[in-house]
T-cell receptor, first 113, second 112 residues
């Protein structure tokens, strides 16, 4: 059974039209991450939540925001998508107090028209 | 920042052959991870290594945590068509969020 679930799997939006991607988890992990992955590249960390604390990577554009209303859910909001934001967006979770590895969802493929 | 050098970038092998790929770092990690990613899917954890010198197997896969803590390799024995995909190494430090540093990936193609 999927433990990190991302919806939708495929999302198409228009240039400049806000879009929200969602992630839910059944692992009860306290850390949740959002990555951007472009074709043939490694995942790039955008930000993460450690419990309720939001941690932004220094080079993440302001266009990207996140919300975590509870332990199980985390959202990625792209306020004004540009063509360069077309990518796979991956959610991952982990237990912050241990060295156990991150578990990834299957991602949302975002296309910009 | 830390960087991981993963090689080779791509490999074409015949079914049944063994495969080896590796990652090196300019600095040490506390944990090394190997993930496989199929097209359109998220990375799936293959092997996690927690101690320098550790050698761990998962079926036909074997990985080792280098003794210097700056490198790791992954071997796949007797490759099969479903081994096709991109393999990523990732280093992890101790710390509150256990952030990962990824290698650039190895694209594996298995020819029948």
């Amino acid at each position: 059974d999927a433990m990190v679930i991302q919806n939708p799997r495929y999302q198409v939006t228009q240039f400049g039209k806000p879009v929200t991607l969602s992630c839910s988890q059944t692992l009860n992990h306290n850390v949740m991450y959002w990555y951007q992955q472009k074709s043939s590249q490694a995942p790039k960390l955008l930000f993460h939540y450690y419990d309720k604390d939001f941690n932004n990577e220094a080079d993440t554009p302001d266009n990207f925001q996140s919300r975590r209303p509870n332990t199980s859910f985390c959202f990625l909001d792209i306020r004004s998508p540009g063509l360069g934001d077309a990518a796979m967006y991956l959610c991952a979770t982990s237990v912050g107090s241990s060295n156990q590895p991150q578990h990834f969802g299957d991602g949302t493929r975002l296309s910009i028209l | 920042g830390q960087q991981l050098n993963q090689s080779p970038q791509s490999m074409f092998i015949q079914e049944g052959e063994d495969v080896s790929m590796n990652c090196t770092s300019s600095s040490i990690f506390n944990t090394w991870l190997w993930y496989k990613q199929d097209p359109g899917e998220g990375p799936v954890l293959l092997i996690a290594l927690y101690k320098a010198g550790e050698l761990t197997s998962n079926g036909r896969l074997t990985a080792q945590f280098g003794i210097t803590r700056k490198d790791s390799f992954l071997n796949i024995s007797a490759s099969i068509p479903s081994d096709v995909g991109i393999y990523f190494c990732a280093g992890q430090l101790s710390g509150s969020a256990r952030q990962l540093t990824f290698g650039s990936g190895t694209q594996l193609t298995v020819l029948p």
